[in-house]
């Protein structure tokens, strides 16, 4: 009977300690780690070159959250594709053309009309609405990156299995008609970045129900609060923006009460989230891109600002390396990166 009674104990312990042993195993009871990716066009280069020395570090990563072209890599990157697979995809598109819906087999085309579609050297300038009048764009449809984003995530390395699951992602967009904030965490990923990066005046809104969403850089462009209430411990944030307009105060204070796009100038909410978004980062990243703009998409300055982003990661190689047993908020947004 006492045999019998241990064996029962013995199995009762094997029982009750794994889930536990699981538990560790499956990373749960080690600090959940968030990795934010702020928006910057171009320059998200750099913020590829910054992921390579992450990943060199083995730092795990639970939740990604990112704006505008933050949304797109950390979009891709939450999909299974990492640092190598990003870095090809940077250099060996044509940025211009995929932002601008150019099609390249017209580009030797001073002027040519296709489908009701004008394109003045491959660029779409103009169409013909439901009357057969012709009206200019205004602004970018979008419709080239929308496709190109949609079948990078068909064939992601989740959706091909070669990777075991996506990790959590949120990226932020900007409802224009309510001018406030929207986090997009469901639905269609492709549909979600590319709302993220659709410049006000340049690309057209997306809707979704009765929402009309632009560039979450409107709002958010250093969302290290989404990631943190997704459930984030510690925040990895690679920030890309190079004035940080400290102590901020618009010029445009005297629209305050206008309504509209007026009030927006003049308090300019998306200044004040930043400045305090980048103090919450547990380890801020900030690569030096003097010289280089959004719109930089040559490959020369790809070439540049990816080696700018790596040797920056290498910069912060320590701290990479010891992340997971640094406390929570005890890294400063000024503390150098040689120092431990």
């Known amino acids: 009977m006492k045999k019998m009674f241990l064996v029962f104990l013995v199995l009762l312990h094997?029982?009750?300690?794994?889930?536990?042993?699981?538990?560790?195993?499956?990373?749960?009871?080690?600090?959940?780690?968030?990795?934010?990716?702020?928006?910057?066009?171009?320059?998200?280069?750099?913020?590829?070159?910054?992921?390579k020395e992450i990943e060199r570090a083995h730092v795990p990563i639970d939740y990604v959250a990112g704006t505008s072209i933050g949304a797109i890599i950390g979009g891709l990157y939450a999909q299974g594709y990492r640092a190598a697979d990003l870095e090809?995809?940077?250099?060996?598109?044509?940025?211009?053309?995929?932002?601008?819906?150019?099609?390249?087999?017209?580009?030797?085309?001073?002027?040519?009309?296709?489908?009701?579609?004008?394109?003045?050297?491959?660029?779409?300038?103009?169409?013909?609405?439901?009357?057969?009048?012709?009206?200019?764009?205004?602004?970018?449809?979008?419709?080239?990156?929308?496709?190109?984003?949609?079948?990078?995530?068909?064939?992601?390395?989740?959706r091909c299995g070669t990777v075991r699951k996506a990790i959590p992602f949120s990226c932020v967009a900007f409802d224009i008609r309510s001018r406030r904030e929207i986090v997009l965490e469901k639905g269609s990923l492709a549909r979600n970045m590319r709302a993220s990066m659709a410049v006000p005046g340049a690309f057209k809104p997306v809707q979704i129900d009765t929402l009309m969403l632009v560039d979450g850089g409107m709002s958010n462009n250093l969302p290290v609060d989404v990631?943190?209430?997704?459930?984030?411990?510690?925040?990895?944030?690679?920030?890309?923006?190079?004035?940080?307009?400290?102590?901020y105060r618009s010029p445009l204070a005297f629209l305050k009460g206008l309504g509209g796009v007026a009030d927006w100038l003049a308090v300019r909410p998306d200044i004040r989230k930043y400045n305090v978004n980048r103090t919450q980062a547990d380890l801020y990243i900030n690569p030096v891109l003097s010289g280089y703009g959004i719109q930089d998409f040559r490959p020369k300055a790809i070439e540049a600002m990816l080696r700018i982003g790596e040797k920056t990661g290498a910069m912060y190689r320590k701290q990479l390396e010891t992340f997971m047993k640094t406390p929570r908020r005890q890294t400063a947004v000024n503390r150098k990166p040689d120092q431990e």
């Open 88 to 158: 090809r995809l940077f250099r060996s598109q044509n940025w211009l053309s995929l932002m601008t819906d150019r099609d390249t087999t017209l580009m030797g085309k001073v002027f040519k009309e296709v489908e009701g579609v004008c394109y003045l050297f491959g660029f779409p300038v103009r169409r013909k609405d439901r009357m057969g009048r012709m009206k200019g764009f205004g602004m970018l449809r979008g419709d080239h990156i929308y496709t190109f984003l949609d079948s990078l995530v068909a064939h992601s390395p989740v």
């Open 14 to 51: 094997c029982t009750l300690s794994a889930p536990a042993q699981q538990q560790r195993k499956g990373g749960k009871a080690r600090p959940r780690v968030g990795l934010v990716f702020g928006g910057g066009g171009a320059k998200g280069a750099a913020a590829i070159g910054v992921l």
């Open 227 to 247: 990631v943190r209430k997704m459930g984030a411990d510690l925040v990895i944030a690679i920030d890309l923006q190079q004035h940080k307009h400290d102590n």
